[in-house]
């Protein structure tokens, strides 16, 4: 079995502590021992962490693998699958690239484009993140996604289901084809008029089969949820993975409580925070068409509500809807700052949504992930500097001489001795 030894390095193991100094000692694909005195490093490829930070590595909790600078549905739909397949490969490639060992697929453009990079990436043959494939967006008729007109009818990329029977059918269907992860539009959004953010298009029992069928196939379920009653919904349905959330009252919050050990939430702050800072002008997505949009407001009430959720205990995750021309995949890291501003997160707890809450939602039985701690799979990451005092490190390659995925370097510069 392989041995890599990382010596002397300032380790931050994931749970929010303060840093310390120790020897790492990876073994196969696990920490086999975490110790603050010198290890013997014989027969193991020695890594020097002296003055280098060690923390484990990221996950992104709303992946789009397949969302490369998209600035309109149109660059769904477009890509020809064979094209599109090559895009989601490139697009996994630059988590990786960027510390993501990680990524929750939150749903992509084809059914099966996070299926096929997934297996590739599991198999070794092509480089990426731990992958929980999402499949095809879930939506109703005349939901958030339904791009149909009565004299237009056209095919989105959504699939639209109906019913609660057709729900099972099309969650089956996603099962059927290799997706870890159902996603659901149950609330409106910003982008569709027709239903905005505070609507709830889909009905709670068609929510309630797709976590039925879901959990039947042993997979999870993922919601976009925007409003009070799609939120509260999901909740009661027992959905495993909400996005957005920005509206609550103090019955949803309560609701988030009860499930707290149970359920995740991924904010998604960026998409908002880069329009309202003019970062989408030159898409023609202005902070003054974002106010036209009612951005502002969901921001402000994302801030209201994620910061209670924080001080309830509920268990963030970092990144979301990375992929957009203004949001690219590859800067999800932006999200930790992002935590710090909006929801008043410590950089040091900022971290621990990234790398202990994301590794949770990831582990599947055994195979414990998020810490560095004697038995979790080791995906680590050695930085150049303190992300605890400038997190805008781990935006930078440059910054990270070491990535680590399941045991084996897939990246190492400069740092062997
Ligand atoms: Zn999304």
Not at 66 to 83: G, N, R
Not at 85 to 108: H, I, M, P, Q
Not at 186 to 212: C, K, Q, R, W
Request: charged share 25%; proline share 5%.
């Amino acid at each position: 079995m392989s041995k890599i030894l990382i010596s002397q390095a300032r380790v931050f193991d994931g749970s929010g502590a303060a840093p310390f100094e120790a020897d790492v000692l990876v073994e196969g694909n696990r920490i086999r021992t975490v110790s603050r005195s010198r290890l013997n490093a014989e027969g193991a490829q020695l890594i020097d962490g002296r003055n280098k930070f060690l923390m484990p590595g990221m996950t992104e909790g709303h992946a789009h693998l397949s969302f490369e600078a998209v600035t309109a549905t149109e660059d769904l739909i477009t890509p020809p699958p064979e094209e599109h397949t090559l895009l989601t490969a490139r697009v996994a490639k630059s988590l990786l690239d960027a510390g993501f060992t990680s990524a929750w697929g939150a749903s992509e453009a084809k059914l099966r484009l996070g299926v096929a990079v997934r297996n590739e990436v599991d198999a070794g043959r092509l480089p990426g993140p731990r992958i929980r494939a999402g499949s095809l967006e879930i939506s109703v008729t005349g939901g958030m996604g339904d791009e149909s007109k009565l004299h237009n009818p056209r095919k989105g990329p959504s699939i639209i289901v109906d019913g609660p029977e057709e729900m099972r059918k099309a969650v089956r269907l996603c099962c059927r084809e290799g997706c870890d992860n159902i996603k659901l539009d149950v609330s409106g959004d910003p982008f569709y008029p027709n239903t905005p953010a505070h609507t709830t298009p889909m009905a709670y029992e068609e929510i309630l089969m797709a976590v039925e069928t879901a959990h039947a196939y042993g997979r999870k379920v993922n919601a976009h949820t925007r409003s009070i009653a799609g939120t509260q919904a999901c909740l009661k349905a027992g959905v495993d993975m909400l996005f957005h959330c920005e509206y609550s009252d103090e019955k949803t919050l309560d609701l988030f409580e009860e499930a707290k050990d149970r359920v995740f939430v991924v904010p998604t702050v960026s998409l908002f925070h880069t329009i309202v800072k003019n970062e989408a002008a030159a898409i023609g997505l202005t902070a003054e068409v974002g106010g036209y949009m009612g951005i502002p407001a969901l921001l402000e009430a994302s801030v209201q509500t994620h910061t209670a959720l924080r001080k309830r205990g509920i268990r963030h995750l970092i990144g979301g809807d990375y992929g957009f021309a203004w949001s690219k995949n590859g800067t999800n890291a932006r999200d930790l700052q992002f935590f710090v501003d909006y929801y008043g997160y410590t950089p040091a707890e900022a971290l621990r949504c990234a790398t202990y809450n994301g590794g949770l939602a990831m582990s599947r039985g055994e195979d414990r992930l998020g810490l560095i701690k004697d038995g979790y799979l080791a995906d680590l990451l050695l930085i150049d500097g303190d992300p605890l005092s400038d997190l805008s490190i781990l935006l930078k390659p440059e910054r990270m001489p070491l990535i680590m995925k399941d045991g084996q370097l897939y990246k190492n510069q400069g740092s062997a001795r």
